[in-house]
Nanobody
Framework: QVHLVESGGGLVQPGGSLRLSCAAS????????MNWYRQAPGKERELVAV???????DVADSVKGRFTGSRDNNKRTIYLQMNSLKPEDTAVYYC?????????WGEGTLVTVSS
């Protein structure tokens, strides 16, 4: 059974940093790209970053230069390092992956950027 568990969210001041983690189980983790999404209040869920199998990351234009993804295949975990956070980054952040059997999501972790 697939499990994705996010952690690392919290309250941070503008300009601050957070690192999110997503621990994965129940599938062949090293062979799949993994995604970070976010959903701000009243907005649609948006793709923030794709962490590719080799560890390279593609990020959305809105976070380019500030957010970086990475993965540790031994720990079956992906990360999202978020720097220079802005109030508009406030959202619930979700870990996701897709295979031939389904589209899997964690429960999310809340990031609040506020002074």
């Amino acid at each position: 059974q697939v499990h994705l568990v996010e952690s690392g969210g919290g309250l941070v001041q503008p300009g601050g940093s957070l690192r999110l983690s997503c621990a994965a189980s129940g599938f062949d983790f090293p062979f799949y790209p993994m995604n970070w999404y976010r959903q701000a209040p009243g907005k649609e869920r948006e793709l923030v970053a794709v962490v590719n199998t080799g560890g390279s990351t593609d990020v959305a234009d809105s976070v380019k230069g500030r957010f970086t993804g990475s993965r540790d295949n031994n720990k079956r975990t992906i990360y999202l390092q978020m720097n220079s956070l802005k109030p508009e980054d406030t959202a619930v952040y979700y870990c996701n992956y897709i295979d031939g059997y389904g589209d899997y999501w964690g429960e999310g972790t809340l990031v609040t950027v506020s002074s």
